[in-house]
């Protein structure tokens, strides 16, 4: 799709005497390659560092903190159908849910097996790390969109440092990356990175690896939150580092509204941001059948700070080991916590589908016919907040074009006459909350639906996720 110079080209012109325009990739390409260089170069020639890993090598598996031990191991296998007769009912009639009681899969590993893996470095104490960024003014920010990653994915960290966080960064919303330790090894690179840009966190009581990551990682930086952070933030968005954020649109739509503005005893200055809902997650509703469990898509989902606090004190007390997104929705239901879910359609947030970009052109917009009620498809109208599954550098790229600093571009229109597709043909597969049991289903006490025991929908959503028209 052609376009005008993009704005990361336009950011970064003093890099290049070239008299003519260059492509975007390869500005931001170079300046994450150099980025990485550079890091890379301070760590093998300073004598007081040690050598640095290889970027490319596989990080070897570690154990997180382990669970409390039971007295009975829990099954293997996929979670049982609930029966309605095992419910106690409380004193509204409402069921009493537990989870179910299994060995929770993460990425194709039992929980019970993850929580064996033997550590492969120290964690000695990390350098404090900042939550203050390099420039700072005096603006009120309610928001923390942080990026969970891993230390060793520098480059990526660079694409979205220079794509939509430069693009929002006058968006009210402290922008910060969240590492486990890394080790040794990688204090230096780390450390050098940190005082380049001031917005890592690093939890250094946890080793960086995959099953980590995909289990307490989300918790624990709750933790350094509630413990550490010198803000106290309205809401926190845990994001993916393949997931491209319209921050404009989604601090327009989804959290000015739940926040009231604070100002100054003349009325002129906005002094800061008040939510006005508690217990609310924003997200996109799923469901895993796997482990029996409704939750959030943990691709993005936001939280006020109140369960910030609370996720680590169930923790503390229950002691759950599974997938990130699992445990979550697991805490809940053993705390008996009911929370707000504000959903997001599949609209505005949706997984990425090259297969349904228009046939014969280098554009991330969806072809002619697209389904957007799908949990998979390509880029079209002007609703969308997230893109999730941009794993590949150019889709990353590509996507960024067709935003600026206002948000989403016009959408082109199609081309009058489309190309013979040869390529593969989307499948637009059901969003995964259609799957949702009629048994996880019931009213509550003020009338909205209340799924799994804890997540009650906006009041005058249906179970098509859609909000009824006023009246009806």
Avoid at 16 to 31: A, C, D, G, Q
Avoid at 85 to 106: Q, R, S, T
Avoid at 370 to 386: C, P, R
Wanted: proline share 9%; glycine share 6%.
């Amino acid at each position: 799709m052609a376009v005008n110079r993009a704005w990361a080209a336009e950011g970064l012109r003093s890099f290049s005497n070239r008299p003519r325009p260059v492509p975007t990739r390869f500005w931001v390409i170079s300046l994450a390659s150099i980025f990485v260089l550079a890091l890379l170069f301070v760590g093998h020639t300073s004598d007081s560092l040690p050598s640095i890993p290889g970027l490319n090598k596989e990080p070897e598996k570690a154990q997180p903190p382990p669970p409390t031990p039971e007295s009975n191991d829990p099954p293997k296998g996929p979670a049982k159908n609930y029966d309605p007769e095992e419910f106690d009912l409380d004193e509204n009639g409402l069921k009493m849910w537990a989870p179910p009681h299994m060995d929770a899969l993460v990425h194709g590993v039992h929980a019970s097996e993850g929580v064996k893996r033997k550590p492969t470095y120290p964690l000695d104490p990390f350098p404090q790390t900042p939550m203050t960024s390099p420039v700072q003014d005096n603006r009120p920010r309610p928001w923390l969109g942080a990026v969970i990653c891993s230390a060793w994915d520098i480059k990526r960290r660079m694409l979205i440092r220079y794509t939509w966080m430069k693009m929002f960064k006058d968006v009210p919303m402290d922008q910060r990356f969240v590492i486990s330790n890394p080790g040794p090894d990688w204090r230096a690179v780390i450390q050098q990175e940190n005082a380049t840009f001031g917005d890592m966190i690093v939890l250094d009581h946890l080793h960086e690896d995959d099953f980590t990551a995909n289990t307490v990682k989300t918790v624990e930086f709750y933790r350094w939150l509630s413990d550490k952070s010198p803000v106290k933030y309205e809401f926190v968005s845990k994001m993916d580092t393949d997931l491209w954020v319209n921050a404009r649109a989604y601090w327009d739509r989804q959290l000015l509204p739940r926040l009231d503005v604070v100002k100054s005893a003349d009325g002129n200055t906005v002094t800061g941001y008040k939510a006005n809902v508690n217990h609310t997650t924003i997200g996109q509703f799923y469901y895993d059948n796997y482990h029996r469990t409704a939750f959030p898509h943990g691709a993005i989902y936001t939280v006020t700070w109140d369960i910030v606090n609370l996720l680590p004190k169930l923790q503390d007390k229950h002691h759950i080991i599974a997938g990130e997104d699992v445990t979550m929705a697991w805490l809940l239901i053993k705390g008996h916590q009911k929370v707000t879910m504000a959903i997001l359609t599949q609209e505005e947030k949706f997984e990425f589908d090259h297969k349904d970009t228009r046939p014969g052109e280098r554009t991330p917009w969806a072809r002619k016919g697209t389904d957007v009620t799908s949990s998979w498809h390509a880029m079209y109208g002007s609703e969308i907040l997230a893109i999730h599954q941009l794993k590949k550098d150019d889709d990353w790229l590509m996507v960024a074009e067709c935003f600026d600093e206002r948000g989403i571009k016009e959408m082109p229109p199609y081309p009058e006459k489309e190309p013979e597709d040869k390529g593969e043909k989307p499948g637009y597969p059901r969003p995964f909350w259609t799957q949702i049991p009629n048994d996880f289903w019931e009213t509550d006490v003020d009338g909205t639906l209340l799924c799994n025991g804890v997540w009650k929908l906006e009041p005058g959503v249906g179970r098509d996720m859609k909000k009824k028209p006023e009246g009806e």
